[in-house]
């Protein structure tokens, strides 16, 4: 018969890790063990997470800021996501699909038809815009990319959307700038590393 506890879970952890400190802030010192029992309780870094960190990106979107980390699985789009269940797709093309963004958001899904764009969002009327052939631009030979605008008319009002790819001097995907909302800011996905 095993005596192996199981393991104990990163909030349960996080959860006695707090308890201990508040029951140790009222002692006059702390000594060694109970240093060395307040560190094993609180929650330590993932440490797959840890060596990911050269390859991570930033996700901002609607005031949030979110670390993600690419994926490739099948050389056809890249997934970026979180280990909390953030996912952004990209197929080289477009970011067709957005899930698990924190909040009411829902699921986002876009997809280009002709010379159109659409735009879906969970609950939400499929929204259709015009949008210009992508257009390469070039700043330096380590800053270009391509840009497709878009426009339309949604409940009465003009709106626009755009689609800016940007590579670096080997051709890396560098930084993603794409409308997934009509009319609300547009989602920003960037290498952190340089």
Do not use: H
């Not at 002692?27 to 309780?41: D, F, H, I, K, S």
């Not at 038809?113 to 499929?126: H, K, L, Q, S, V």
């Not at 755009?162 to 009509?182: M, S």
């Amino acid at each position: 018969m095993s005596t192996r506890r199981p393991p104990v879970k990163s909030s349960t952890r996080l959860w006695l890790g707090v308890v201990a400190a508040a029951s140790l802030a009222g002692c006059a010192a702390v000594n060694v063990n109970q240093l060395g029992t307040v560190q094993r309780l609180l929650p330590e870094r993932d440490p797959l997470l840890a060596q990911a960190e050269p390859f991570a990106w930033d996700l901002q979107f609607a005031g949030g800021r979110y670390t993600v980390y690419p994926a490739t699985p099948d050389r056809q789009q890249i997934i970026f996501g979180t280990p909390d269940g953030l996912r952004a797709y990209w197929d080289g093309r477009v970011l067709f699909r957005i899930e698990g963004l924190p909040g009411a958001v829902g699921l986002l899904q876009s997809g280009i038809e002709g010379a159109e764009r659409w735009f879906a969002r969970d609950g939400g009327p499929t929204v259709r815009l015009a949008c210009t052939p992508p257009r390469d631009w070039r700043l330096s030979e380590n800053q270009r990319g391509w840009r497709v605008e878009c426009s339309g008319v949604v409940d009465g009002r003009k709106v626009s959307a755009t689609q800016v790819a940007e590579f670096d001097g080997a051709g890396q995907l560098r930084r993603i700038q794409a409308t997934v909302i009509p009319g609300v800011s547009p989602l920003v996905l960037e290498r952190r590393y340089k």
